[in-house]
């Protein structure tokens, strides 16, 4: 699902002098300026070539004593970094825009820089909407035809397919700051970001700046227990939005709804499908697009719990839009059926050169009533995630070609780090903020009780006001600061 490293490449990766580059900026957007980086594609081997990284910079107009670039990442892997920072005036606040030019990149293999690429709109659209859970011998022969077609496509269709992973994307960013011309690197990194920031300041301590990592990933983790967990936190979710139904007016659950009536949807789904009619135009909404509509909606409390209650309205009736809707927004799927970016290639492929899959296809299947226990709603669905790594192994004629995760606890860094984790957070769980913490020494927890994704910018002041003083003045909060969604401190 996310990312690690192999510890013994650390000595591979060490900054040099010949490492430096610069950049040449050229407006876009109207308001921003573009570059493009150019770095190793193999930092082993620079006899290799390289790849573009696409780089795209905003200067407030009421920018004063500027402190410096910080450089952004809002999540996947597989997320553009380029389209995130066309929004910098929305995520940061003023007084952190007022001292700050606001950087993104898109990281090796994603958007606009050197791509990932495997699938077509076509085939991308055959994919979110097949069987994610194999039920029976039958369909778990399938998917593994379906993922070996997928994994046959991304080889052939990319180049250098190895060295997209994020430890050499970490190494890009220390490349970046050297092109911004930053004694340290100052980052922001959401989600997956977090785990690209850990990577950064375990290579290049020396050179960590201010450093904010929310939504916390812990990188010490196994894939298969990170996957566990994940699913187990995505429950739980899913269990506070049951319970916070009734509540609500327009709430569509029956009395005493339980985890069983999803189970039950998804089931009756699998079997009669939703369907959007536009016109003389049909479209089906299977199993697989209603289980992630469902799962895009935990993601944020205050805009996307009303929608799951509408989907589930309209579902019950045999209407799809609604979970369609959610689907699409996280899958980038645009209205008129084409996509916006390649994230789900790149963070499939991403996330098997981060994570060493330790169990075989056949293991794998065995394990899946392991995550129906720990998870019953969604842990059925993840079960399977593996499969594609070993595949991919296969395919590029390597017994493995992922790495090891990354056991080696970051002791010092020049800069000490804050780490946000929200308490009731289904994609990142708080527990894994509370293990990076531990795993970077120094390092400074921030924890905001509440639902949703990550904590910057989700409506605490205690939160923002605390990221915004560490920014622009270098304060150091309260260890073991505890905020309200509300932004009240508890």
């Given amino acids: 699902m996310f990312s690690g490293c192999a510890v013994s490449a650390t000595k591979l990766f060490q900054p ?31 006899t290799a070539g390289t790849f573009n990284i696409a780089v795209i910079r905003y200067r407030d107009t009421s920018q004063h004593n500027r402190l410096g670039s910080l450089v952004i990442n809002p999540g996947g892997p597989g997320v553009s970094g380029v389209e995130y920072a066309l929004n910098a005036q929305y995520i940061v606040n003023p007084s952190v825009l007022e001292r700050y030019d606001i950087v993104g990149f898109d990281p090796r293999g994603i958007g606009s820089s050197t791509p990932i690429n495997c699938l077509n709109a076509a085939e991308k659209d055959i994919l979110f909407a097949s069987d994610p859970k194999p039920d029976n011998a039958a369909e778990y022969a399938k998917a593994i035809s379906d993922t070996q077609s997928f994994v046959n496509k991304c080889v052939a269709k990319t180049k250098n397919l190895e060295h ?41 301590p ?17 894939i298969e227990e990170q996957s566990m967990v994940q699913a187990a936190a995505f429950d ?3 269990a506070n939005f049951i319970a916070d139904c009734p509540h609500q007016k327009n709430c569509p659950l029956p009395a005493n709804a339980t985890a069983k009536f999803f189970t039950d949807l998804f089931k009756k789904v699998s079997t009669s499908p939703l369907t959007i009619t536009n016109g003389t135009t049909k479209r089906t909404i299977t199993e697989a697009l209603v289980v992630t509509g469902t799962a895009s909606a935990l993601y944020d409390d205050a805009a996307g719990w009303p929608l799951l209650r509408t989907a589930i309205t309209q579902a019950l009736r045999g209407d799809g839009t609604t979970f369609a809707k959610l689907a699409d927004a996280y899958n980038g799927r645009n209205k008129d059926g084409t996509y916006s970016d390649n994230q789900n290639d790149a963070n499939v492929i991403i996330d098997c050169l981060d994570w060493h899959e330790s169990l075989s296809n056949e293991a794998i299947r065995a394990n899946a009533d392991k995550f129906a226990k720990v998870a019953p709603v969604f842990g059925p669905y993840v079960a399977y995630s593996g499969i594609t790594c070993n595949l991919l192994n296969q395919a590029t004629g390597k017994t493995k070609i992922t790495t090891d995760q990354n056991s080696v606890r970051i002791q010092k860094t020049a800069t000490p780090i804050l780490i946000i984790g929200t308490t009731q957070d289904p994609a990142t769980p708080y527990a894994w903020a509370q293990a990076l913490a531990k795993y970077i020494n120094g390092s400074h927890l921030i924890t905001m009780q509440g639902e949703g994704h990550t904590g910057y910018g989700r409506g605490s002041g205690c939160v923002d006001d605390a990221v915004d003083s560490y920014l622009t003045k270098g304060t150091i909060p309260a260890e073991n600061l505890v905020c309200g969604q509300s932004g009240i401190n508890s």
């Fill in 236 to 238: 739980h979710a899913l």
């Fill in 164 to 204: 997209f992973s994020t430890f050499d994307a970490a190494h890009d960013m220390e490349l970046l700051r050297q092109g911004l011309g930053d004694s340290k690197l100052n980052y922001l990194g959401f989600s997956y970001g977090t785990y690209l920031g850990t990577l950064y300041a375990q290579q290049f």
């Fill in 206 to 222: 020396n050179n960590v700046g201010k450093f904010v990592l929310d939504g916390a990933i812990d990188p010490s983790i196994s």
């Fill in 16 to 46: 040099t002098t010949k490492d430096s580059s610069t950049l040449s900026w050229k407006t876009c957007h109207k308001d921003f300026q573009c570059a493009t980086l150019k770095v190793p594609i193999d930092y082993t081997n620079k």
